[in-house]
């Protein structure tokens, strides 16, 4: 009788450890599943778009000597990856040229102005939309392209 016992209490312990294991199991399952549905909310709740301009700033700037007034500009427009473009308008007494140039990565695909760069690392911090030319900026790490 002692031995029945003892194997009926031996097959219980048994079977609630596998239901206490097959419980973990599926309770790491649905955490797993609540927490996928609880990112894919949270990326339609701040609406996030990394293909969207969302980080400008602009350079006013005397160009030219022979004009002040701050006429010229360069203006940035990234993305949250880092790809955009740079606008530049050098305006002078009998002429206006406009430039733009390719940013990806944060990085001019073409040589950037100090201007330009200025505006590129404005932009990537948040410091926009109107930047002046002697505001400080700290450096991303990265050399200027000469």
């Known amino acids: 009788m002692l031995i029945t016992v003892s194997v009926i209490g031996a097959l ?3 079977a609630g450890l596998s239901m206490a294991l097959v419980a973990h199991k599926r309770m790491n399952q649905v955490v797993e599943e609540c927490a996928g549905i609880l990112r894919k909310q949270m990326q339609v709740a701040t609406g996030v778009d990394k293909q969207a301009y969302r980080d400008l700033a602009i350079i006013q700037y005397d ?11 360069s203006l940035a427009l990234l993305n949250a990856v880092g790809d955009g473009i740079i606008i530049t308008s050098i ?15 944060g990085r001019g695909v073409t040589m950037l102005s100090p201007e330009e760069e200025r505006a590129l690392r404005a932009a990537r911090l948040g410091k926009g939309p109107i930047v002046e030319l002697d505001d400080p900026l700290p450096d991303f790490g990265h050399p200027v392209h000469s």
């Open 12 to 14: 219980a312990g048994v």
């Open 63 to 73: 160009a030219l000597e022979e004009m002040s007034g701050r006429l010229s500009f």
């Open 91 to 105: 305006n002078g007494r009998t002429e206006t040229r406009t430039y733009s140039k390719v940013v990806q990565d």
